[in-house]
């Protein structure tokens, strides 16, 4: 059984520093061999990799952006075309204005379609090989089980269009789902079961699961079997404590020892994502992690 491999989400991690380039020496300072970013899009990409680079780390995970880039000639040709020095920007349509992505959601499917094309260009540059597709939400005052129909076939449609758009450039898009209780009652992508059946639906092969078992654990629980079940089709892993999504030895539901020894035994190969709210110092609050690597004899930074 090989030990599991941790990637370091700067978009969580280390809050009290500013910027992702500081997040990314402190991750591969405190030991990580990888990191995840969700929105890189305020950062130009060389900057982001060239300290991702000077860190040790290797950058495996972005999502697609929360809305439509901004620009007048859309996403793709307005990124080839800029300068060097100037800084893509996110349009309105971001988190603040109520998007959580754009694949489900009807009539944006040409913003879905730019949003991909500056997140393949980001993957790129970055050397990152997977692409969080983020579904969205249920339109604003609509009702969940009468859109679901429509939604799915905005989603499955993007999913085509994505599969091969990445392919072209050997990415992986990766699908997950989000919990509908505590985190976005709106999301439209919510259990393991809705997104493994769009998977088998679209079935392209570089199309995969993300499993966050902070979310499956909330929505649906069983972690056992939905891990035996849903392995095969992950091709990425995060974990955070429920339900006050710490880190992974703070109070909660989840026993972290117990599912990380699944994992293993489960053959699981992809990195682990590292996406909780710390509690306190990021650096204190990696003890069970360096925990970890002790039992596993491996080597950890300053030693």
């Not at 939400?137 to 499955?156: I, K, N």
């Not at 990021?282 to 596993?296: H, I, K, P």
Request: proline residues 8%; contains cysteine; hydrophobic residues 40%.
């Amino acid at each position: 059984m090989a030990p599991l491999r941790f990637s370091a989400n700067v978009s969580w991690l280390f809050p009290e520093l500013p910027g992702l380039p500081a997040r990314l020496r402190a991750a591969g300072s405190s030991g990580f061999e990888a990191a995840e970013v969700a929105w890189p899009y305020v950062e130009q990409p060389e900057a982001l990799e060239r300290a991702a680079r000077e860190a040790g780390l290797r950058l495996v995970l972005i999502n697609t952006p929360p809305g439509a880039p901004r620009g007048r000639g859309g996403g793709q040709r307005e990124a080839r075309g800029r300068e060097p020095g100037l800084k893509p920007v996110l349009s309105a349509g971001d988190r603040e204005k109520g998007e959580m992505g754009l694949g489900a959601v009807p009539g944006r499917q040409a913003a879905f379609r730019e949003g991909l094309e500056q997140a393949v260009l980001y993957a790129k540059a970055l050397g990152c090989p997977r692409v969080h597709l983020m579904a969205g939400r249920v339109p604003q005052g609509a009702d969940r089980a009468a859109v679901r129909s429509e939604m799915e076939t905005v989603f499955l449609e993007n999913l085509r269009h994505a599969a091969g758009v990445l392919a072209q450039e050997s990415l992986v898009g990766l699908l997950e789902p989000i919990n509908t209780r505590i985190t976005d009652p709106r999301y439209f992508l919510d259990t393991p079961q809705q997104a493994a059946a769009i998977l088998q639906k679209v079935g392209r092969p570089n199309l995969q699961l993300q499993m966050d078992l902070f979310h499956w654990q909330i929505m649906d629980g069983n972690l056992t079997g939905n891990i035996r079940e849903f392995l095969p089709l992950v091709g990425h892993v995060q974990v955070a404590q429920v339900p006050g999504r710490g880190e992974p030895d703070s109070p909660g539901e989840l026993n972290f020892p117990y599912l990380f020894q699944l994992l293993e035994d489960e053959g699981y190969r992809g990195f682990v994502g590292c996406e909780y709210r710390p509690q306190g110092d990021t650096v204190e609050g990696l003890n069970w992690l360096r925990s970890y690597w002790d039992r596993q004899g491996r080597p950890q930074a300053g030693r």
